[in-house]
């Protein structure tokens, strides 16, 4: 599962959905609560105020009329009395009292009271309420009287119903949240579970199915992503199957055994096992013959062989392990099978273990009216001796394999040396990758000469790796491994070029020779190999009847139409074809006549046994005689001397090439040879090879 995705745990950085709930109730209540509470207490303080006007205001009428009988009796004395004993009670804090006549009967002595009912005395006002006093004044038929009080006496006995409310109100409110909190957590409890299980589909492919009872939306959603976990499980266990096994043989596939091994390597405890690589070579050669419906039939019997095979050495090698641990069968790629053996008592078990397969799968096996021998070759690799993971280990039973092959043997276990081979045959290439960007790959000369006349007809280009300080690497080395790791394509390509450049010059000099060009079977794969060729021809300047191409039996006759396909444009502008190294290759004469040829190289084995071997003059001439009939012209390769060529000559044979004339040589050596050979021949030598 990806690093990138988040688990929800993590995206889920603030508040849950639980609190955010509550809190936003709570911020509403709040509000909405402070709203109501204000408006009650405001228009308590107006209650409070008009209630306040009124007890004074009775007070000063109480005054007022003790005033009035005290100064219709003449006895101001008697309205100051009155007017200090009020002004003692009720939270009296001033009282004055003033005459008609305007004199000043009595005053309090609180300087804030005095100035708010000079405020009185002056303006308009009747009432006025500040600084916790309040004061009011009435007139009377005697006269004016002011009294002033502390607000706080005024309120006593005052009960607003701010308080009450706001208490009711807050105390339902947290009620509400209490509420609030459980609703939002019985719709959050499920959302958690789902995203739990959420994770666990991501993370292990696996959940455990919800079991939500709350007969809402809820419920619904849960059993939806029930049905949709269900699913994704059935989808993933599918898609691992179809990763991890062969469609065509239902054995487990290379991913799989990659996995089987790792297993192994890390659970292995103390267990030594063994890992084996079988090719079974023939099995593409043989599929192309039949057919593909015959080919998936023949592919489940050979399926079956080994599967029995394996088990059937399993029980005679590991006999007590077998049971417990059986060794495991893979596809790993066309006819390569792994074998993984989990359990040996020893090194020689394994071998034997290899060797018991390799022998039951070449025996021959009856299919359908065939006899078929599958060819199988066995790499194999010790476990972990040979690889402490599973890649290293089936890479390194692979180059055991390889070796078995080219050692033409059936079976061979890993060892470091093949590993010092494959880095050096790695390094090699390296080398070469450079040495073709470095432009270091040359075409050589080697002259091809008719054998009545002696004359020099043309050459083959070979190719050279002529490196910077003019020393040369052996053909036997780099042409073999460029064939292995797929160099000779370019290579070749290059060689193309170089020569068809060299042989134009030639011609401007006044030597219009032909010049043969081997193609490699990387070359012939290419759907472009016609125009390429074309193109380095007109490139160059060459004539196209100058030029001959080299092909083996084996390239050509894999696909006889496409060679036809790819050749006859060419042969119809002038250019030859050569069939390479005729008689090394399995093909039937009767497939021969279909291909396009004019030329048939005798292979060199068959000049040098010549000397050796008393078929070899019946062999040649067989080719000749048939070379004649056909009406192919015969190059006969590899003359030493002057036997041989004396032979091929009076049997028919036109053209030689060989040491006996001359190895590969660079262009202007070639030429000089040409002009030597021919002034030679003019100066009276005629017939001598
Ligand atoms: P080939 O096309 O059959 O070339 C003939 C090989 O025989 C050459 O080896 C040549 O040096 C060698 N030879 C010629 N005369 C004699 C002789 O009298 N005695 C002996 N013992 N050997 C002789 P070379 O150059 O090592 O090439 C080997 C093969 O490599 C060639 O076989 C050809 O198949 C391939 N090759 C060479 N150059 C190229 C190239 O440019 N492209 C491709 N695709 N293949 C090439
Ligand atoms: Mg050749
Ligand atoms: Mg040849």
Not at 536 to 565: H, K, Q, Y
Request: aromatic letters at 6%; charged letters at 25%; glycine letters at 8%.
């Amino acid at each position: 599962m990806s690093e990138e995705v988040e688990t929800s745990a993590k995206v889920r950085k603030g508040p849950g959905l639980t609190a955010r709930f509550v809190l936003a109730f709570c911020g509403l209540f709040l509000v909405f609560g402070s709203g109501v509470v204000f408006t009650v207490w405001e228009s308590d303080q107006r209650a409070a105020e008009a209630r306040a006007r009124l007890l004074l205001d009775d007070r000063a009428l109480t005054l007022a009329e003790q005033m009035d009988e005290a100064l219709a009796a003449s006895d101001g004395a008697s309205a100051q009395t009155a007017a200090n004993g009020l002004g003692r009670r009720h939270g009296m804090v001033a009282v004055r009292l003033v005459a008609r006549d305007g004199s000043l009967l009595a005053d309090g002595e609180d300087p804030d009271a005095r100035r708010i009912m000079d405020r009185l005395a002056t303006g308009g006002e009747r009432f006025v309420m500040e600084k916790g006093l309040a004061a009011t004044t009435v007139s009377s038929a005697s006269g004016r009287v002011f009294v002033t009080a502390t607000s706080r006496s005024l309120r006593q006995g005052f009960h607003g119903s701010a308080a009450l409310i706001a208490s009711v109100f807050f105390g339902f409110g947290a009620l509400a949240a209490l509420i609030a909190w459980f609703m939002a957590r019985s719709i959050a409890q499920p959302l958690r579970k789902l995203t739990a299980m959420a994770d666990m589909l991501r993370d292990k492919n696996a959940a455990q199915p919800l079991d939500l009872k709350t007969g809402d939306e809820l419920e619904t959603l849960a059993r939806a992503f029930n049905a949709m976990a269900e699913k994704v499980q059935a989808n993933m266990r599918r898609l691992q199957r179809m990763a991890y096994s062969d469609t065509a043989t239902g054995l487990p596939n290379h991913e799989r055994f990659t996995r089987d091994v790792t297993d192994f390597l890390s659970n292995r405890h103390d267990e030594v096992g063994a890992l084996f690589v079988v090719r079974l070579d023939r099995l593409d050669r043989i599929f192309d013959a039949i057919g593909q419906d015959a080919g998936d039939e023949l592919l489940t019997r050979i399926v079956g062989r080994l599967s029995s095979a394996v088990r059937a050495i399993d029980r005679m090698v590991r006999t007590e392990h077998c049971t417990a641990r059986p060794s495991q069968l893979a596809r790993l790629r066309g006819g390569d099978f792994g074998v993984l053996t989990p359990r040996f008592r020893g090194q020689e078990d394994a071998a034997r273990f290899a060797q018991l397969l390799a022998s039951a799968l070449n025996q021959p096996f009856d299919w359908r009216e065939h006899k078929l021998v599958l060819g199988a070759a066995i790499g194999a690799a010790l476990l972990p001796q040979d690889g402490a993971d599973a890649d290293t280990a089936i890479r390194h039973a692979m180059l055991a394999l390889t070796a078995a092959r080219s050692d033409n043997g059936r079976m061979k276990f890993f060892t470091k040396a093949l590993d010092r081979e494959a880095n050096a045959q790695l390094a090699f290439e390296r080398e070469m990758r450079a040495a073709l960007e470095r432009n270091e790959f040359k075409a050589f000369f080697q002259p091809k000469v008719d054998l009545l006349s002696g004359r020099v007809i043309g050459a083959e280009a070979l190719a050279r790796w002529v490196k910077p300080d003019r020393t040369m690497v052996s053909p036997g080395r780099f042409i073999p491994a460029a064939e292995e790791n797929g160099l000779i394509g370019s290579i070749s390509e290059v060689i193309l070029r170089d020569a068809c450049w060299k042989a134009a010059s030639w011609a401007r000099e006044g030597f219009p020779l032909s010049v043969a060009i081997n193609i490699s079977p990387l070359q012939f794969a290419d759907e472009r190999f016609t125009d390429k060729i074309l193109r380095s021809m007109a490139e160059a300047g060459l004539s196209p009847d100058r030029v001959e191409l080299e092909i083996t039996e084996s390239v050509a006759l894999e696909n006889p139409e496409r060679a036809l396909r790819l050749l006859e444009p060419l042969r119809e502008v002038g250019v030859k074809v050569s069939l390479d190294d005729f008689g090394c290759g399995h093909s039937s004469l009767a497939s021969l006549t279909r291909l396009p040829f004019d030329i048939i190289k005798i292979d060199q084995q068959f000049v040098r046994a010549l000397a050796k071997d008393r078929h070899a003059p019946a062999i040649i001439e067989m080719i000749l005689a048939m070379a004649a009939s056909l009406d192919y012209t015969v190059v006969a390769e590899g003359i030493e001397t002057e036997q041989e060529a004396d032979f091929l000559r009076r049997r028919g044979c036109q053209i030689g090439q060989g040491f006996l004339w001359g190895a590969a040589m660079p262009a202007t050596e070639f030429l000089q040879f040409n002009a030597a050979r021919s002034g030679a021949i003019s100066g009276g030598q005629r017939g001598v090879a």
